[in-house]
């Protein structure tokens, strides 16, 4: 119930200060009205393709992902960031030169920074399978020198999460931030539709959604659950952009993350199918149940320091799913540690707050091990 009134006090701050910036800019007649509302939807409508802010060169490309190196230095346990993979381009973890974990992490020490760039899903990847994530995996850490530290965020995450379990030797140490461990942990609005859309573990609901993308998982249809989710945040985001529309600065910064947040990127169907079943359904990560090509992936094979990090207000993947991780690797508990940062989920990616604090001080702590071997 309270989404609503969210939602209508949003919209009449947001006329408020349309009203006060308009008689501060003299623009009060009909003619300006309309010139205003044409500037407004200009704004709210036109996305372009999100970009990189830092410069790097490409090392290897795969039809699923592309390996970047943003490396300012020769030496060094290379450190690979793996982005998050739901419907969005994977430039948040290089949002913008003052949100970036790529200059954190170099900033902080790891200079051999490098990063899988997935790429949007076609005909050729529809049927990608986890098999197929771990075989491009395998020869991105072969090509650094057969061991990396791994950093996740979300769904790349549970990724890092996976392959540090069935690749102990290779991860010289693992964060991971946002990441749905143990999906039935906690509560969350999305554990709640999965549930709903899935009572007896059927996926037709999903199976119909790969459907409508011909094989593929419509990076537009992820990005409208999204907003589903949060509603009265959308509205609050486009009465901001109204109340702001004589801000040249503040209609930057709405396009700027609106490009991001709202250029969708596909995925590969049956990559999300399995997803779904195995880990969102089934919650088998956690359950020991899990087997990729046939492997099991046991968390209890990963023993190398882990960094945990979420968000307090985190509605996507509350701080129960991902803390869980402790419960279940063999890393000693000295050589664990949980941070919960004052964010939500894209905060803990790419807030200032995240950044400068949690981040910064797991980057820095990556390369004190680095130095110490």
Known sequence: MQAPVDAAFACLNGWLDYAGSAVAHSRVT???????????????????????STSHRVMRSWPEAELLDFSTAESGTPTLILPPQAGHASTIVDYSAGQSQVRTAR????????????????????????????AIL????????????LVGDCQGGWLATIY????????????????????????SAIQEWVRSLSRN???????????????????????????????????????????HVHDTAYAQRYTDFENWFAWGQDLPGAFYLWIVEHLFIGNEL????????????????????????????????????MFALADYVGTPSRDQRQLLVDAGHLGLFMGHAALEGAWTDVFTALAAIDSEH
Request: glycine fraction near 10%.
């Open 138 to 149: 395998d020869e991105a850490v072969e090509l650094l020198g057969g061991r990396i530290n």
């Open 30 to 52: 009909p003619l300006d009205f309309a010139e205003d509302a044409l500037r407004w939807w200009e704004v709210a409508t036109d996305r372009r393709a999100p970009s990189w």
């Open 107 to 134: 900033t902080a020490g790891l200079e051999r920074a490098f990063v899988l760039s997935w790429q949007p899903a076609t005909d050729q990847t529809a049927s990608s399978s986890i098999e197929d994530y771990i």
């Open 201 to 243: 573990g059927e996926l037709r609901f999903y199976e119909h959604l790969v459907g409508l993308g011909d094989g593929n998982h419509l990076g537009a249809n992820q990005i409208l659950g999204f907003k589903m989710l949060e509603p009265a945040e959308e509205i609050s985001r486009l009465a901001g952009l109204w109340g």
């Open 286 to 321: 956690v359950h020991g149940e899990l087997h990729v090509d046939g492997q099991p992936v046991d968390l209890g094979s990963i023993d190398c320091p882990v960094f945990m990090l979420a968000g307090r207000t985190d509605h996507i993947t509350p701080a129960e799913q």
């Open 164 to 187: 540090a379990a069935l690749r102990p030797g290779s991860v010289a140490a693992l964060a991971v931030a946002g990441a749905p461990i143990d999906f039935h942990a906690g509560h």
